[in-house]
């Protein structure tokens, strides 16, 4: 793979410190924070869309499905055969490709072509989050943790005020119009790749890599093991935030929640790109361990309004936080081959989340709503587990780095 320093333009390249990349990050961030308003925004405003396409909302519910199934069947085998193209060519081509399905589903008046545009941009996503991190983090090697968590914060944004933003913007102008906005933001940005982005060479074959090689590298199972626990324990409780906070009756509304769960998550970004560079082991420890704690607490004091609150702004630091740490976790077990370790995560995340969905049901059908929390607790308990034993490999100590900040 060939060397990012050697790829950058002069001024990104001149002799000390080098400069921080901040635009190029800010374009990938803006290409992230498309993305998971193009995953999620469907179920925001469902029932609108059910309405107007006529169909159930539960097909309608088949909107968001399919684009995380595209996304986790296709992440690796995709992100193999473009592994060879420039990176800003395929970002760009990815962006193009987003507003041309978004603009599809804006004007689209049957569910079975809405249902097609849909499968396409999870195609797209699953390439997207592969190479997104590692795009980042060959824009400054030096800094890697902070330009991941930098990339990733559009994300975060998404989920945290992008999403409810675009839902309320539905139901003012329409689902259709807000589909076109998002088209035209993916245009806008693909611009902005032009001007920003340096055009990093891609891959090329190497004698003993691709994916077999990248799943055999020492610290990549651990990584992976860890984050599908973790991602299947928070989703067992996420996705049924809203049964579970009805019954438990604690003075406080789901979307009161999930908005402070969504400050919570910013502030575990800045956290993840503060100590990801120096600290990624500690950082990855304590925050899975927060998530525990919080997932337990939410089982005791699941009726105290202030305890919901604190829990759910900790709770969403976690969830804004380990992603990106354990990111730049595979980008550092292995550096020769960033892109095909991100598809792996790519693939166990969406499989982790629709995973965690249906655990959560069963047990929501089985136990109760009560019982949860404490499912999801022992999932992450299993994460922190994981994580404390890959010591030499996957999350090794910190080692002694010099201050480029």
Known sequence: MTSTTDSLPAADTAP?????????????????????????????????????????????????TVYALAAALTAIPMTARTLIVPRRTLLV???????????????????????????VSGVFAGLLWAMVPAYAARLAPERSGKAIATALAGMTV????????????????????TFALLTLAALALLG?????????????????GGLTATI???????????????????????????????????????????????????????????TADRRLRAATLTLLTLATLCLAAFGLFADITAAVLLGAFLWGATHGGIPTLMQTAGVRAAPQDPDTANSLWVTGWNIGMAGGSLLGGAVLSGAGSEALPWTASALLAAAVLTTALARRTGFPPARRAVDHS
């Open 16 to 64: 000390g410190t080098p400069r921080w990349p901040l635009g190029g990050l800010l374009v990938l961030s803006g290409a992230a924070f498309v993305t998971i308003l193009t995953e999620a925004l469907p179920a925001g405003v469902l029932p609108a869309m059910s309405a107007d396409l006529h169909v159930s909302e539960a097909r309608a519910g088949l909107l968001v």
């Open 93 to 119: 081509a990815l962006l193009l490709g987003f507003a041309g399905t978004n603009a599809v589903t804006a004007v689209s008046g049957e569910f079975a072509l809405t249902l097609g545009a849909r499968v």
């Open 158 to 177: 998404g989920l945290s005020l992008g999403i409810p933003a675009g839902t309320a913007l539905g139901g003012l102008i329409g689902w259709r119009w």
């Open 192 to 208: 902005a790749a032009l001007r920003w982005l340096p055009q990093l060479p891609g891959e090329r074959a190497r004698r003993g």
């Open 216 to 274: 055999r590298t020492p610290g990549i199972a651990a990584i992976n093991t860890a984050s599908m626990a973790m991602v299947l324990g928070f989703y067992v409780l996420y996705t049924y935030i809203a049964p579970f906070l009805e019954r438990a009756d604690p003075g406080v509304g789901t979307g009161t929640v999930l908005f402070v769960f969504g400050l919570g998550s910013m502030v575990g970004v800045w956290f993840a790109g503060l």
